[in-house]
């Protein structure tokens, strides 16, 4: 098929959601709030909180109305290629993340290619990404930089993993982003704490954009001093070694 995009399409519109539960319109553009409002498709990870996001944005939107697609660890694979078929008949269609914007960290991804792939034309929003929202405030190098995702559970394979990002970011003067399951996120901080050398500097940014944001840069050693519960609380963790 060809992947030229075709005016007889609808569009897949790419609309970021909020990290947590503010308001919506305290971190998001109106012009999310016109999308909303204008389509009734939607490819969402959990349809519970999509569907609670869609009200809070746009309360008067009939929510009968909405026709909804689940992608997540549950989707089947074979399912997949027909989420888009309100766009190959004319509809514009609403991809929604959990929290953050869709494509990055997320499984959306798949469907945006996918969409490429079918010659529809792809429209990404404004809105938060606790990714580079962490990044522009951690001081650190936004030149070059990279987003690991998880690190191992096994703790020698993790141990191995801290210090080779270490390594890495030392010889390539890269910054190197990764993520933990919020209630696991304590833990971690007490392993980069206790695996890395005490001159590298470590970014916790927790909370980001919610009023109990947290976001400190100090070298390991400093941390070695601070005392910070992030139990729960979702966390971006960057460490750079220079």
Not at 213 to 221: F, L, R, S
Request: charge should be positive.
């Amino acid at each position: 098929m060809s992947t030229e995009n075709s005016p007889n399409f609808g569009k897949l519109y790419l609309i970021p959601t909020r990290l947590g539960f503010n308001p919506p319109l305290e971190v998001l553009p109106i012009s999310i709030k016109k999308v909303i409002e204008a389509i009734n498709h939607y490819i969402m990870e959990n349809e519970k909180v999509g569907r609670r996001f869609i009200k809070d944005i746009s309360p008067g939107k009939q929510q009968p109305s909405l026709k909804i697609n689940l992608l997540n660890k549950f989707t089947d694979p074979t399912e997949l290629a027909s989420f888009l078929d309100p766009c190959l008949e004319g509809h514009n269609m609403g991809l929604l993340s959990d929290a953050g914007c869709p494509g990055i960290a997320d499984p959306g991804a798949e469907v945006v290619n996918l969409a490429h792939q079918k010659g529809i034309r792809v429209v990404p929003l404004v809105g938060p990404s606790s990714i580079l929202m962490a990044m522009m405030s951690s001081g650190m190098n936004g030149q070059s930089f990279t987003f690991n995702g998880y690190l191992p559970i096994d703790k020698g394979d993790r141990k191995k993993e801290i210090k080779h990002l270490e390594s890495l970011s030392f010889k390539k003067n890269q910054s190197q982003l990764f993520i933990e399951t919020p209630y696991r996120n304590d833990k971690l901080l007490a392993d980069l704490v206790s695996i890395l050398d005490p001159s590298t500097k470590l970014c916790v940014a927790c909370d980001i954009t919610l009023p109990t944001e947290y976001i400190k840069t100090q070298t390991v050693a400093q941390w070695k001093k601070t005392q910070v519960d992030l139990h729960k609380r979702p966390t971006i963790f960057i460490l750079h070694k220079s």
